[in-house]
């Protein structure tokens, strides 16, 4: 679709138009001209939308769909119109699914299934098979075949010795390890962050010690074997601060926090409302002040919304057995924006295409448009009318808004908010 955009502004600091406001010519899928009065003897369709701004298309680097298995949870076609419409240009799939995503079949299954798409699928391969953490899953081919990175989704490696072997062993084929950090046996049985809040409701805790130990030793296995490593959705200042340290040392290491830590606490849960049950769980404010700096002093690399469908009867109950996880795509860009100034969220939602492999492409005349259209004004409430999803699980639901993501325009198509 060839498209006018007017009145942009551009926020891209890899662009010489960073922070300009003019108007964007998209012919055959590729800029063409940058300026104002630009001629339109192609036809293309004028677009104008209230303070338009386009950055780089953003890329979420944890989201699961459903399917295979769990198609009632969310469809991998109905889940990339949700990403494109919530801004995403490119979303790296979780292999979450049943089966898992451990072989190169499935990585092509997942692939084929969005080949139409606007929002480009990468693959996650699991790292071991199954995601059991008993074996190395079939890591190279999965690489040949598209997988863009391998983890087991929310599952920490007991096995140290299985996390070293694949740190090793990806180096061949320049592959990178995500390693949730999360130490089972000091979890145990808890629920919540452990705290103030977990002791007033009576529920078990979950010490962020659970999460420390891990990450600290995670980062000495990477010293030792190098490679490449991402730990995903880090909720505590002190693994912020590891993370600092390894990084200062040359380690090729990475993090992403999701959405929900940023912009809520644990204070949720006084109504024992299990969309806020969700994992690594909501911390308390002094955390979530650590996580918000993490952020912007370019320690935590990357943002997710870690948007995890879940059927209602995996949400509604009791508390203890309610499965953990929230939706957040299309609730991402507009709580972010009530928390974080609009360069560093840009920032911090493009970054990851460069840690997982992919090509960016910056905003200027020949490039590729791969562009994320969003808006910074407006102050709104999220409500049920605002989910896409198949399944509701959203944690964000009377949440304040600013702004809001417009849509996108990728592989030569624009889609829009209705």
């Known amino acids: 679709m060839n498209v006018i955009l007017k009145n942009a502004t551009i926020i891209d600091t890899d662009s010489p138009y960073h922070n300009q406001k003019t108007d964007l010519k998209i012919i055959d899928g590729a800029i063409r001209a940058i300026g104002s009065n630009l001629s339109n003897e192609e036809g293309a369709a004028v677009i104008e939308l209230e303070n338009l701004h386009v950055s780089q298309g953003w890329f979420d680097s944890s989201v699961s769909l459903g399917e295979p298995g769990y198609e009632e949870r ?15 240009t490119d ?45 190395l899953a079939e890591l190279f081919d999965m690489t040949n075949a598209g997988a863009v990175a391998f983890g087991d989704y929310n599952k920490s490696l007991d096995n140290a010795n299985l996390l070293k072997i694949g740190l090793q062993y990806a180096q061949d084929f320049n592959g990178l390890i995500i390693a949730y950090c999360q130490d ?78 940023l912009v809520m606490t644990d204070e949720k849960l006084t109504g024992f409302d299990t969309r806020y049950k969700v994992t690594p769980p909501l911390r308390d404010e002094k955390e979530r002040q650590a996580l918000i700096a993490g952020v912007i002093d370019g320690t935590i690399d990357m943002i997710t919304s870690d948007h995890n469908p879940l ?7 009791e508390f203890d057995n309610a499965k953990n996880g929230t939706i957040g795509l299309e609730s991402a860009f507009g709580a972010l924006l009530a928390v974080l100034p609009i360069d560093i969220i840009v920032a911090r939602l493009t970054a990851g295409k460069a840690l997982f492999g992919l ?60």
């Open 74 to 88: 969310e469809t991998i076609a109905n889940g990339l119109n949700v990403a494109a419409r919530s801004g995403f």
């Open 184 to 261: 089972e046996k000091i979890k145990g049985n808890g629920v919540v962050n452990e705290g103030i809040v977990s002791t007033r409701l009576g529920l078990k805790g979950i010490p962020t010690l659970a999460e420390e130990i891990h990450v600290a030793r995670n980062l000495f296995l990477l010293e030792y074997t190098g490679g490449k490593l991402h730990i995903p959705t880090v909720s505590t200042a002190k693994s912020v601060s590891l993370i600092r340290e390894a990084k200062a040392k040359g380690l090729n290491v990475s993090c992403s926090i999701a959405v929900h830590h």
């Open 359 to 418: 090509k960016k492409q910056s905003i200027n005349v020949d490039h590729k448009a791969s562009l994320s259209l969003f808006t910074t004004e407006g102050t709104w409430e999220f409500t049920k009318a605002h989910i896409l999803s198949k399944s509701k699980n959203s944690a964000f639901l009377g949440q304040p808004m600013k702004g809001k993501a417009y849509g996108i325009y990728n592989h030569g198509k624009l889609i829009l908010n209705e």
């Open 311 to 317: 059927d209602i009867e995996h949400k509604k109950m």
């Open 91 to 135: 979303i790296a799939l979780q292999p979450n699914s049943a089966p898992v995503v451990d072989n190169q079949t499935e990585v092509n299954f997942v692939l084929h299934k969005a080949r139409e798409a606007a929002t480009q699928l990468h693959p996650i391969g699991a790292l071991t098979k199954n995601s059991e953490g008993k074996d």
